[in-house]
């Protein structure tokens, strides 16, 4: 029982020290304003956080439709009443925007922050923005094709160097019994014995 007490105490430290050791780790990685503007740049020229701005008016427009189908004859009141609400929870994007620059913050340096906004601000950056997703998609695409034609020449490759060294078809395999398909090893007969 003292045994149990003592690694009971151990274990209680342990957690106590490891909650004072995490505590000072997330305070380190505290970004800093100069961290936080830089980062707000860089989500500002790639456009990071763009492809949320219809999650509000998507979840309003479903919403919509669902009380709507309930209550056809509402239809009006539910569009006002909806739209009036998704309206008031529109300030709550920039909770998003703030939560993207702690990221980006701590995942680069503020240097590191400046020359992405400065690269995707440039002409370049943009080029890249605006033809790097239909570059890619077409990669996608050219990488597929490869594989398809790599896979039927490694098959008929494969099967052509081994029609080589198998010269017979191997034998079928009797589904009532798989034990059937290898061959019975040929036997010598007992050798009889001396009269």
Same mark, same amino acid.
């Given at each position: 029982?003292?045994?149990?007490?003592?690694?009971?105490?151990? %274990?209680?430290?342990?957690? *106590? !020290?490891? #909650?004072? &050791?995490?505590?000072?780790? $997330?305070?380190?990685?505290?970004? =800093? @304003?100069?961290?936080?503007?830089?980062?707000?740049?860089?989500?500002?020229?790639?456009?990071?956080? %763009?492809?949320?701005?219809? *999650? !509000?008016? #998507?979840? &309003?427009?479903?919403?919509? $439709?669902?009380?709507?189908?309930? =209550? @056809?004859?509402?239809?009006?009141?539910?569009?006002?009443?909806?739209?009036?609400?998704?309206?008031?929870?529109?300030?709550?994007?920039?909770?998003?925007?703030?939560?993207?620059?702690?990221?980006?913050?701590?995942?680069?340096?503020?240097?590191?922050?400046?020359?992405?906004?400065?690269?995707?601000?440039?002409?370049?950056?943009?080029?890249?923005?605006?033809?790097?997703?239909?570059?890619?998609?077409?990669?996608?695409?050219?990488?597929?094709?490869?594989?398809?034609?790599?896979?039927?020449?490694?098959?008929?490759?494969?099967?052509?160097?081994?029609?080589?060294?198998?010269?017979?078809?191997?034998?079928?395999?009797?589904?009532?019994?798989?034990?059937?398909?290898?061959?019975?090893?040929?036997?010598?007969?007992?050798?009889?014995?001396?009269?």
């Amino acid at each position: 029982m003292i045994k149990f007490a003592g690694l009971g105490r151990f %274990a209680a430290a342990t957690v *106590i !020290l490891s #909650g004072v &050791a995490f505590g000072f780790a $997330a305070h380190a990685q505290e970004a =800093s @304003p100069e961290q936080l503007k830089a980062a707000r740049a860089a989500i500002d020229a790639i456009g990071a956080t %763009a492809q949320f701005d219809n *999650i !509000l008016p #998507g979840l &309003a427009e479903r919403l919509k $439709a669902d009380l709507i189908q309930d =209550s @056809p004859n509402y239809q009006d009141a539910i569009t006002a009443e909806v739209d009036k609400q998704a309206l008031a929870l529109a300030p709550r994007r920039a909770d998003l925007e703030k939560e993207a620059a702690l990221t980006y913050a701590k995942a680069f340096s503020v240097e590191e922050l400046n020359a992405i906004a400065e690269f995707y601000n440039s002409p370049v950056g943009k080029k890249l923005l605006k033809d790097g997703p239909i570059a890619s998609r077409e990669t996608v695409k050219a990488a597929d094709i490869w594989a398809q034609g790599i896979s039927r020449d490694l098959q008929k490759q494969t099967s052509t160097e081994l029609a080589k060294i198998i010269k017979a078809p191997p034998p079928a395999a009797d589904p009532a019994n798989p034990a059937a398909t290898t061959p019975p090893k040929a036997t010598t007969p007992a050798a009889k014995p001396k009269p």
